[in-house]
């Protein structure tokens, strides 16, 4: 079936400091994949997604590319901030986008 | 608009008792979702609606009913709660036309 695999955590940079959080799926056919956000004691948002292979969503200063070949889509960002600490979830589209399948969520953590 | 709300935010129960979680919307939505998070876990499909009067289920349906009266509305019933059922729980909306779930807050639950 339908998964998805984020790289472990908690993960603690410093300000300014470059991020990679990891994300792989397995799917049939061909799902539309997202990175959702959590800031304490809320619910999760859309931070930006991709709909086709080689598509780059971004937003708030983070990208992240629909990589077919190697089943990926790494979310990054170049200069992480203190408000940037969040839980953050890969997830991807399954049943025409009307259900998601999330990855575990990593916790990041950023030091001033 | 208030977007998706969550009733209660927190919620304490004894093994065996029952009670029910309201999710209430005012966007509009015809999808409604229920997801629960467990620490490591990410979010799973509990069990999700496609419009007034329709249900189904999701990824770990046992041990929780839903009922979508109204539009506005989806609700989460535990019959008889259990330990395992100690977690939060997240309503979400979905937006026509998009891959965007809007989330509510959450509820966090604990069943001793």
């Known amino acids: 079936g339908n998964s998805v695999t984020q790289m472990e955590g908690p993960v603690t940079l410093s300000e300014e400091a470059f991020l990679t959080i990891n994300c792989t799926y397995t799917a049939t056919g061909y799902p539309s994949l997202f990175w959702y956000v959590q800031y304490p004691g809320e619910g999760l948002q859309l931070l930006l997604k991709?709909?086709?292979?080689?598509d780059k969503g971004s937003n708030k200063g983070f990208e992240a590319t629909y990589r077919k070949e190697t089943t990926s889509f790494h979310l990054e960002k170049g200069s992480v901030q203190v408000s940037d600490s969040a839980v953050y979830f890969c997830a991807l589209s399954h049943q025409g986008a009307q259900k998601l399948v999330f990855g575990q969520g990593t916790r990041l953590t950023i030091n001033p | 608009n208030a977007g998706v709300t969550q009733t209660p935010k927190f919620r304490v129960l004894k093994t065996g008792q029952s009670m029910t979680l309201l999710c209430a919307q005012d966007m509009n939505h015809e999808y409604m979702y229920w997801y629960r998070q467990d620490p490591g876990m990410g979010l799973r499909l509990i069990h999700y609606s496609v419009g007034e009067g329709t249900t189904a289920k999701g990824e770990v349906p046992d041990g929780y009913n839903v009922s979508r009266l109204k539009k506005q509305n989806f609700l989460l019933g535990l019959e008889s709660a259990a330990p395992s059922q100690t977690s939060v729980y997240f309503c979400a909306t979905l937006r026509p036309g998009s891959y965007e779930q809007y989330f509510g807050p959450g509820t966090r639950l604990t069943v001793t």
């Open positions: 991709a709909t086709k292979a080689d």
